[in-house]
């Protein structure tokens, strides 16, 4: 009669050699990510080049990884590696910096680009929304973050916008949405005008309202189930920057407006963005 044999149990040495075999892997796998990105920018020079930052793009991969992602390691940890790998190979591909509005506070603009761009990105500070509109036009391929919530202290920013040569809003962060994110302080991500590789779920509007006699606070319930949303708003210059679906047409947007009253005597758009994602909704 034949005993049969118990598993040899494992040992600490054999779990620290799978640990150091898949570590291994994925250096590897960095430096062959690494090889095609080289071999990309040798296609774009032949092709007359292109945008390297593809906004689209980088949400939509942000969205699969936390869709798919299981397991022990916390995702603030995943989605941070995932972002300095992105955005340093963006960085290999076209050399930029990352131009930040601190006027409403340093410490939250920092923590937002060094969770999204890393510390290989240079990070420049400057006070108010104008000089990061100016810094980001006059450098080849910088981006620029201004807060969503700016306040009402930086008056209608969006309007350093709205010249057909000025930057424009191409991402809004952070890609995935959460109440507990590390980084979590919404921030418009500002370029020059990106074409290729824009997303367009949303689109961003500066809008004057000449006409308008109402009270500002009884905008919003007036456009409510109308899909637009009034991201922030400047009494004394009548104006608002509005997000509306990227299927509704700035002709049907301003339709809309006029069926709540507000006929646009300036309807400018800005930039676009893919859709937020809530995590917690999703999940």
């Known amino acids: 009669m034949m005993l049969e044999r118990r598993p040899t149990p494992e040992t600490l ?15 590897e796998m960095l430096m062959q990510r690494g090889e095609i990105i080289d071999r990309l920018i040798a296609v774009k020079a032949r092709t007359g080049g292109g945008s390297a930052f593809r906004p689209g793009r980088e949400a939509e991969m942000m969205r699969r990884l936390v869709e ?100 424009k809003i191409i991402a809004r962060l952070p890609f995935v949405e959460r109440h507990d994110h590390p980084a979590g302080t919404p921030l418009f991500v500002i370029a020059k005008p990106v074409e290729d590789g824009a997303a367009r779920d949303v689109v961003l509007y500066a809008a004057t309202l000449g006409d308008w006699r109402g009270h500002w606070y009884d905008i919003d319930p007036s456009l409510h189930g109308t899909g637009v949303e009034i991201i922030a708003r400047a ?29 646009p005597s300036d309807l400018t758009e800005i930039g676009s963005h893919a859709a937020r994602f809530d995590f917690v909704r999703a999940s």
């Open 235 to 263: 009494p004394q210059q009548s104006a608002l920057l509005l997000a509306a679906p990227g299927t509704l047409s700035a002709a049907a947007l301003r339709e809309t407006l006029a069926g709540s009253g507000m006929t």
């Open 68 to 167: 798919r992602h299981k397991g022990i390691l916390p995702l603030d940890k995943v989605e941070s590696i995932w972002r300095i790998i992105i955005s340093t190979f963006t960085f290999v591909q076209a050399n930029y910096s990352v131009h930040a509005d601190i006027s409403g506070g340093d410490p939250q603009m920092r923590d937002g680009c060094r969770f999204h761009f890393g510390f290989t990105v240079p990070y420049i500070a400057h006070q108010g929304v104008a000089a990061v509109v100016g810094a980001v036009a006059e450098a080849s391929g910088d981006l620029g973050l201004v807060p969503v919530e700016a306040g009402p202290a930086a008056g209608a920013w969006w309007w350093h916008l709205t010249a057909p040569t000025a930057p």
């Open 13 to 27: 040495a054999d779990l620290r050699n799978e640990i150091d075999r898949i570590d291994a892997c994925l250096h």
